[in-house]
C-alpha cells in the first residue's frame, strides 16, 4: 500500500476511535468505536506494530460482548423496572431540572405541575433513572402522554417498550388509547405500533 495512503488510514481510525468518545448514546459509541478498532486493527497489522494490533483486538472483543449485550436487554422485560412516584417527589424534579434543557428540545411545549396528581413513572435500570413518563387520564379509557423523555446514553435501546408493552402502566391501569404529547420533535412511536394523526401519535 502507497505510503500516503497507509498513513490516512492510520488518521481515520485513530478520528473515529476520538468521535466515538463523543457520543452521548451508548449503543452508537460502541458501533463506531468497534469500526475505529477494526480499522486501527488493519492498519497496524500492516505496518507492524503487533502491540497495537492486540490493543484493538482486546477494545473490538469489549465492544462486540457489550453490543450483544445491549442486543439481548434491548427486548427483556427484567432489565427495566417502571415505579410509580408522586408528582412533587424530589428525585422526579431533581431530573427534570438536570435534563430540563434536552427535554425542551424534544418537548418544547412541556411544563411539569407537581401538584395535578397525574400519574408519573421512573423508568430505572438497577439503580438508575433512564426515563420518566409523565401521564394524564382523560376519561374513557384514554390517556395523555405529558412527557416521554429518555436520556441520552439510553435513548436508542428503546426502554419505552416496556412502558406502553402489556406489563406496563398504561394496561395496568387499564387504558385503551394512548395520545402523544403534539409537536415532540424526532419521535419514534411508529416503532412500538403507534398510528401518526396530524402533529401526534396515538396506540
Not at 116 to 134: E, I, R, S
Request: hydrophobic share 45%; net charge negative; aromatic share 10%.
Amino acid at each position: 500500500m502507497d505510503g500516503w495512503w497507509l498513513e490516512a488510514v492510520g488518521w481515520i481510525g485513530s478520528a473515529v476511535l476520538v468521535w466515538s468518545l463523543l457520543q452521548t448514546e451508548l449503543h452508537r459509541l460502541r458501533i463506531i468505536n468497534l469500526i475505529g478498532c477494526l480499522v486501527l486493527i488493519v492498519y497496524n497489522g500492516v505496518v507492524g506494530v503487533w502491540p497495537m494490533v492486540g490493543l484493538n483486538v482486546v477494545l473490538a472483543v469489549i465492544n462486540v460482548v457489550h453490543l450483544l449485550r445491549m442486543s439481548r436487554e434491548r427486548h427483556d422485560s427484567g432489565v427495566y423496572e417502571v415505579i410509580e412516584v408522586a408528582g412533587d417527589d424530589e428525585f422526579l424534579r431533581h431530573g427534570l431540572r438536570v435534563h430540563e434543557a434536552d427535554i425542551r428540545r424534544h418537548n418544547p411545549e412541556f411544563v411539569h405541575d407537581p401538584f395535578t396528581g397525574d400519574p408519573c413513572y421512573l423508568v430505572v435500570k438497577g439503580d438508575t433513572a433512564v426515563g420518566v413518563v409523565l401521564m394524564r387520564d382523560l376519561g374513557d379509557g384514554r390517556a395523555q402522554l405529558l412527557l416521554d423523555y429518555v436520556t441520552p446514553p439510553y435513548r436508542d435501546l428503546s426502554p419505552g417498550e416496556f412502558v406502553f408493552g402489556p406489563d406496563g402502566p398504561f394496561r395496568s391501569r387499564g387504558f385503551r388509547q394512548i395520545l402523544t404529547p403534539p409537536g415532540m420533535v424526532d419521535p419514534y412511536y411508529e416503532r412500538l405500533g403507534f398510528q401518526k394523526q396530524g402533529d401526534a401519535y396515538v396506540l
